[in-house]
């Protein structure tokens, strides 16, 4: 072999050596997103989680092709707070949206979608977003939403942030969906995309598609166990709780425990139904196990435990909500898991799927550590509540908390000042509360610190 033989051969080996470095070095391909989002949607309102009357086919499937937390909680059972604790990371005391009040995100505050088009994804948004200005102060690559609560027959609904409020014919869940999937399938770019489907139901006052008209008609809804309770002759509950201007029968559009639930469940057969479209459409285009699905909603509901409805307290059927994330080519199907996640942490967990840095100002971590279900992984022990709108609609107090696996301590911190204790272990239904009891005592100050600690972990200002 010549001298200029060896040289074009070691040449040649080079480049072959150089390109498998590449291959090896080259980051794996970055999953779309599809972000569903419910309004006032409990835990246990779908039939993977057991409700045996509501049926939701669809919704299922992405838990049985991927995973389910039971334990998914928000930090603000309010609707505004909540939506923008998941598109900022953050708790309320920071992002500042504090109650339904005061709606806006600053504008100085980074969110979800703005950092994914910094990282070269294309964002729509297609829905509710309960905020101030409808978030058409942010950028979009495309935009279908409404202001405020909107209606679920005719809605008015702007196309574009710069677009008209026009009425619509039809049902708002439709609509929306309807725009969602005609945007997937007229896109034209090889950029990875988030696009987020903010539904409006469940949310009250609640108004069926025609189509499920007769939907549960001859259904009886079961009352849960502490719908008769005696709240006045209960000394253990606050007057925080008792209260609470929540009552089943109080509302001329909440008269019985049966008549909402139905409506309610029969909203959500229409989000079921919307959910397929995304999904087949995804199917369709040969996106779908491309596509990171997670789906969840802002806040739970009361479906009458203690004769109440609506959400803001920190009790287990206002706080807990569905959390679904479907991405085969990192999650296992079928996968079930019962660790505490929560809405701060939804925005860490796609940025972490997107393989973009998550910003030191979240308040959030990842769950992608949780996706292989390995239970020696470290996670939270602990997690703060907090609710600030008062006085407001519901009359519910100013209340924080702290939430373990096993304990629930609530503070109402307006005076006058009022407390709540629970063993979640031996009192799910929260029957029992124990503060006060001297046997618990060393429980309570444990709970206290811990909640302090998490008040100082993420910056809450009015810590004196």
Request: charged share 30%.
């Amino acid at each position: 072999m010549t001298i200029r033989h060896m040289i074009l051969t070691m040449s040649l080996l080079g480049a072959v050596w150089l390109g498998a470095d590449r291959v090896q070095a080259a980051e794996p391909p970055r999953p779309n997103f599809v972000i569903f989002m419910t309004d006032d949607q409990r835990f246990d309102a779908l039939s993977c989680a057991g409700n045996t009357i509501l049926q939701t086919p669809n919704i299922d499937r992405l838990a049985a092709e991927g995973l389910r937390f039971t334990n998914m909680f928000v930090t603000n059972s309010l609707c505004a707070p909540s939506r923008a604790t998941l598109l900022t990371g953050q708790y309320s005391h920071t992002h500042g949206v504090r109650d339904n009040k005061k709606k806006q995100i600053p504008a100085t505050t980074a969110i979800l979608p703005e950092i994914l088009r910094e990282h070269g994804y294309e964002v729509a948004f297609c829905g509710k977003s309960h905020v101030r200005g409808a978030l058409r102060d942010r950028k979009w690559d495309y935009y279908f939403g409404f202001k405020g609560q909107g209606n679920y027959l005719k809605p008015v609904i702007a196309e574009g942030v710069d677009g008209k409020d026009l009425p619509r014919e039809g049902y708002m869940d439709d609509i929306v969906t309807g725009k969602a999937v005609q945007w997937l399938k007229q896109r034209d770019s090889d950029k990875p995309f988030c696009l987020f489907v903010w539904f409006k139901a469940p949310h009250r006052s609640w108004l069926r598609a025609r189509r499920h008209h007769d939907l549960f008609k001859d259904v009886a809804i079961p009352k849960p166990k502490t719908y008769d309770a005696d709240l006045k002759g209960m000394p253990g509950k606050p007057d925080a709780f008792r209260n609470a201007n929540n009552r089943i029968g109080d509302f001329n559009d909440v008269r019985s425990l049966d008549g909402f639930v139905k409506d309610y469940y029969a909203t959500l057969v229409a989000v079921d139904e919307n959910v397929g479209r995304v999904y087949d459409a995804l199917k369709e285009l040969k996106e779908l196990d491309d596509t990171a699905i997670l789906y969840t909603s802002d806040n739970g509901f009361f479906h009458g435990e203690w004769r109440a409805f609506d959400k803001r307290l920190m009790h287990e059927p206002s706080i807990r909500v569905p959390l679904l994330i479907r991405y085969p080519k990192q999650i296992a199907a079928g996968r079930v898991d019962d660790r505490m996640v929560t809405n701060v942490d939804i925005a860490p967990t796609v940025l972490d799927l997107a393989g973009a840095k998550t910003p030191e100002s979240m308040h959030g971590h990842s769950t992608v550590p949780l996706f292989a279900g390995d239970k020696k992984t470290p996670w939270r022990d602990a997690w703060l509540y907090e609710y600030y709108e008062f006085p407001g609609a519901h009359s519910v107090r100013k209340h924080r908390g702290v939430r373990t696996d096993r304990w629930k301590y609530i503070h109402y911190f307006a005076e006058p000042q009022e407390y709540e204790l629970y063993d979640l272990q031996a009192d799910p239904d929260e029957v029992h509360n124990l503060y006060g009891q001297p046997e618990h005592e060393q429980t309570v100050q444990i709970l206290r610190q811990r909640l302090l600690d998490l008040r100082r972990e993420t910056d809450d200002p009015d810590l004196e």
